[in-house]
Structures are given as structure tokens and as C-alpha cells.
């Protein structure tokens, strides 16, 4: 797992590495400038493009300077270089680098706040005017140039951070931003890259290693982590030889209505594909056929709640489709008070626990309660912000032992340990009706196969997205409804777990 770094931790991983690693901040400047170029050539096939490159006069401009340096040396020979000097201030790597500059063909125009703007023709502009540096929202010369270039709505390349962006305070809808759709950041994605708020100011982001000492980073004090494949290859576990469908347990999903019978087909179904030895569904009666013909290896008990034997199961998933009727509240309320094993909390249950907070408080630790944003502010109240939501789902993780998954583009995990995950899979093809019913399959089949909740969580939430990103990627799907996912599970599982490497 990756620590995910404040502007000002990054700051001191940058200081750090620069004292420790025997190399100057200019060398550092240039290493970044040559991973940023790395990557951005893919998004300028043609090297022949017009590129205007804007630079601010901190660091991020003498990244820019650097970039434009490389550009050319590569081959981009029609790269020009525009500075908004709208400070005394520079710093002296950005000074060294004009200098460079000043050595090459590249044409450098300098500008100051109220300079007319210039023409561009260029169709991609990079952005190297201001970067982690923000201190404070844009205004004045900077405001009236980034809207002035917003306005020109060209393909625009971010150096590290988007000017007007900050890494880690909320961010504000109406503030000045330069639109990145792609921005190229150094080391590590910055925190608000991964909540929803940053969709209107960024299109898509990209992580490049500038080589800052990993140990420094690893070692700071951030409680924020970002989930890597490699920390799913090592929860997951193969298949031992003479293990039986009793080694992977029993598993009961209790969803559906009988005009939602498809959420318990679906969670029922993924939570088979996900590994559960067997999957028995609380269904209403009317499905019983449905089921039988989906999924004839699902066993099901019929609508009677005295027919359940608490605890003949090993984990338990109850919610999707389920309905908030006096019957589901019945159901949902047993299960708090006779099931003693692990389980997932998703949909319906959630909504009812909203409506119910005495039933709330009988939640046992180490539940695991899987809410979209919609069910998270049911459960848990309004919220202004993303930022703020994180808070709370700290605090009710960490105060009640839970573990909350806040389902989202990088779906938030956070743990009674005060650690907050990242999950890096998933994709929009997924956003659609019956794609979180999968994912409480899944957990429930992890839990079944005696996977320790936490385990559960970070690997289940993964494996959901990876499916899909699989789908998405390798088959070229557009969308992915929820059958599709499910059919890939035990593929990109089994990557995961390398039993065919
Ligand atoms: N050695 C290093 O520290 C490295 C830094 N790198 C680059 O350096 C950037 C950070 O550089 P800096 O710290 O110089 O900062 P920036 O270049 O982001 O900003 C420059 C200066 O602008 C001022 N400023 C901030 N917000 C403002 C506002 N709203 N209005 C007007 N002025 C404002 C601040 O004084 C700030 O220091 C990173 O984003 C990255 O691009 C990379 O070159 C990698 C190595
Ligand atoms: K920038």
C-alpha cells in the first residue's frame, strides 16, 4: 500500500530526498520533467503539434521550462514558451532553467498581469503556471488568465497539479481553476484527485515516479493509503488439494422482493462466483423459479424467517432488493440479535438501520457496511462535502469497530484502525443498477472462505473493479451490467491469485 501525502508532506519527501539522495533539486527538477514527458507523448502522437507551454516563475514553472527543453531535444519542434511573470519571486531553479532555455531555438514570451492575452493557436496547452505551491484560491491576474485560457477550450496537460487546485483542502465548485484533461502528477495522486468534486476541473489523472526516497514516504504520518494489486495478491490464498465446498463455507444472502428479485439473483450469483463453498438466498417465494433457472447451484429458503438457522452459516450478506416493509425489518432485526457470524450490511438494510439507529448501535464490530453516497447520508446525515464524509466515516469506523465502504469512483474504505483505503479499480462502464448487489456477493463469498473482514473489504472492492476495468480493457466494453461482471470474477480472480502463473 502507498501513504497518500499532504502538498506539505510531499514538500518534505522532496527536501528529503534532495538532502539524502546526493542529488540537487535541479536534477530532481529535470527527473520529474522527463517523467512528466514520458508520459505525455502519448497524448501528442503527432510531433509536429503546436504545444504552448504556460509557466508560472515557482517550481512548476521551472518544470515547464524543463519540459519544454526535453519536448524539443525529443523532437517537438514546434513547442513555444509563455511566463506569467506576475511575481518578483522566483526561485532559482526555475532561474537555471531559463537560463537553459535561453540556449535553444524555443521561443519564450514573458507577461505580466495585465498584458494583453496573446493569440494561441496551439491545440494542447501544458500547465505549469502554479502546482502544489497554491497557497491561496486564484485572483487577480491569475483568475483573469486561467479563465481567459479556459475559455479557449484546448487539450490541456497539467505539470503535477492543475493551477488553482489544491491538493487537500475541500475544494470550492466555483473556484478558478485551469481545466486539466489530463494532469501528470509526481509520486503520488494527490488526495482530492480521488473525490468526486475534482470531476468538473480534472478528466483523468496519472501518476509518475520522480524517484523521492519510498522509505521517507512510507515512514510519514498519514493514516490515508492508496491500494496496490500486490496487497491483494498477498490476502488472497489459493486452493489447497482436498479442500471440499465445506473449506469455503456457507454463505446466505438475504435480498429481494418479488419485483426486485434480480438484486438476489445478482448477489446470490457473484457471491458463488466469488468462491463461497455454498450460497443459500433468502428469497420471497415467486423467485423460486428465477433462481432455479439462473443459478441452479444456489440453495434457497422461501420467504419464512423460522426456516433460517442462524448460524448453520459462516458469513452473511443481507440488504439487496430486500424492501424496508415491516416483514424486511422483522428479518434484518433476528439477524442483528441471533446471527453471531461476520456480515455485510448493503441496500435495504442500510436504509432500515437509517430509520432505525436502535437496531444501528446492535451492529457487532467488524460488520461491514457497504453504502453509496445516497445510503451514506441516509445513514449518517447531510454532508457539505466528500471531505467531510471521510471524517465521518473515520470516526463511526474507528468509535464502532465497523468497516465502512463508501462506493465511489475509488471507492473509500475505512477501517476500526483509523487507517482510510483508496481503492485504485473500477470504471464508469460499472455505474449501473445491480453492480453494488455484486459487490455484496463478493463479500459475503470472502467472508464465507474465512477471510478476516478488513481482508475482505480491500480485496472484495478491488476484485469488483478489477473485473470490470478487465471488461472494459481486454473485451472493449462499453458498459458492464452486472451479469458481465459476475461471469468475470473467477477470471481476474484467478489472476489475482497467480494459481495459473
Ligand atoms: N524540489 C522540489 O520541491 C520539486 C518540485 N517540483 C515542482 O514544484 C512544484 C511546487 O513548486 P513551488 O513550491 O515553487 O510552488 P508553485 O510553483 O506551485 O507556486 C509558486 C509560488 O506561487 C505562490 N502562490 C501560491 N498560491 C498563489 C496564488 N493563489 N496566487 C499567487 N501566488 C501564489 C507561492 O509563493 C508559491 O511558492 C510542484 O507542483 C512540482 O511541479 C518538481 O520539480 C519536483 C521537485
Ligand atoms: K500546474
Redesign the pocket.
Known amino acids: 500500500m502507498l501513504k497518500l501525502l499532504s502538498a506539505s508532506q510531499i514538500?518534505s519527501a522532496?527536501a528529503h530526498t534532495?538532502q539524502h539522495e546526493s542529488i540537487g533539486?535541479l536534477d530532481?527538477?529535470e527527473r520529474?520533467s522527463n517523467a512528466f514527458v514520458q508520459k505525455f507523448v502519448a497524448f501528442a502522437l503527432d510531433r509536429q503539434t503546436n504545444i504552448s507551454i504556460y509557466c508560472?516563475t515557482?517550481?512548476?514553472?521551472?518544470?515547464g521550462l524543463a519540459i519544454a527543453r526535453i519536448l524539443f531535444k525529443n523532437g517537438y519542434k514546434n513547442v513555444s514558451v509563455k511566463i506569467l511573470h506576475f511575481?518578483f519571486?522566483t526561485?532559482s531553479d526555475f532561474d537555471e532553467n531559463l537560463r537553459r532555455l535561453a540556449k535553444t531555438n524555443i521561443s519564450a514570451e514573458i507577461f505580466n498581469e495585465e498584458s494583453e492575452f496573446p493569440e494561441e493557436h496551439s491545440p494542447i496547452l501544458i500547465d505549469a503556471i502554479?502546482?502544489?505551491?497554491?497557497?491561496?484560491?486564484?485572483e487577480g491576474g491569475?483568475a483573469r488568465w486561467i479563465t481567459h485560457l479556459n475559455n479557449l477550450s484546448k487539450k490541456v496537460i497539467a505539470?503535477?497539479?492543475p493551477t488553482g487546485f489544491f491538493c487537500d483542502a475541500p475544494l470550492d465548485k466555483n473556484a478558478i481553476v485551469f481545466h486539466a484533461d489530463h494532469v501528470i502528477s509526481?509520486q503520488r495522486p494527490k488526495l482530492n484527485f480521488l473525490l468526486p468534486e475534482s470531476a468538473q476541473f480534472i478528466k483523468e489523472f496519472h501518476v509518475v515516479d520522480?524517484g523521492l526516497d519510498e522509505h521517507f514516504i512510507q515512514a510519514q504520518d498519514s493514516n490515508k493509503v492508496w491500494v496496490e494489486e500486490n496487497d491483494i495478491k498477498a490476502i488472497l490464498k489459493p486452493r489447497a488439494s482436498f479442500s471440499h465446498k465445506g473449506t469455503f463455507g456457507h454463505a446466505l444472502i438475504i435480498a429481494g422482493q418479488t419485483e426486485t428479485m434480480g438484486a438476489a439473483l445478482l448477489s446470490s450469483e457473484a457471491c458463488l462466483h466469488a468462491g463461497a463453498g455454498l450460497t443459500t438466498a433468502f428469497i420471497p417465494e415467486p423467485g423460486l423459479s428465477a433462481l432455479n433457472a439462473r443459478s441452479p447451484e444456489v440453495m434457497a429458503i422461501l420467504g419464512d424467517l423460522q426456516k433460517i438457522e442462524w448460524n448453520k452459516f459462516d458469513a452473511l450478506g443481507i440488504g439487496p432488493g430486500f424492501g424496508v416493509q415491516v416483514s424486511s425489518l422483522e428479518v434484518l432485526r433476528k439477524c442483528l440479535t441471533h446471527y453471531r457470524g461476520p456480515a455485510v450490511y448493503d441496500a435495504d438494510a442500510l436504509n432500515m438501520l437509517a430509520a432505525n439507529k436502535e437496531l444501528f448501535n446492535l451492529l457487532p464490530e467488524n460488520s461491514i457496511v457497504c453504502p453509496h453516497v445516497k445510503e451514506f447520508d441516509r445513514l449518517f446525515g447531510a454532508h457539505k462535502n466528500w471531505q467531510q464524509r471521510i471524517e465521518t466515516m473515520e470516526r463511526e469506523s474507528t468509535e464502532r469497530g465497523l468497516i465502512i465502504i463508501l462506493k465511489n469512483r475509488y471507492s473509500i474504505i475505512t477501517a476500526p484502525s483509523g487507517v482510510i483505503y483508496f481503492n485504485p479499480t473500477g470504471n464508469p462502464a460499472m455505474a449501473s443498477g445491480g453492480s453494488g448487489d455484486v459487490l455484496t456477493g463478493i463479500l459475503t463469498a470472502l467472508l464465507a472462505q474465512g477471510y478476516s473482514a478488513l481482508q475482505t473489504t480491500i480485496a472484495g472492492v478491488y476484485i469488483h473493479g478489477k473485473a470490470a476495468d478487465e471488461l472494459v480493457q481486454e473485451r472493449k466494453m462499453f458498459t458492464v451490467p452486472a451479469r458481465y461482471l459476475i461471469k468475470q470474477l473467477p477470471i481476474t480472480m484467478g489472476k489475482l491469485i497467480n494459481s495459473f502463473a
Open positions: 514538500r522532496d534532495i533539486s530532481l527538477m520529474a508560472g515557482g517550481n512548476n514553472g521551472g518544470d511575481s519571486k526561485t502554479l502546482g502544489s505551491g497554491l497557497n491561496k484560491p486564484l491569475y505539470v503535477d497539479v509526481f520522480i
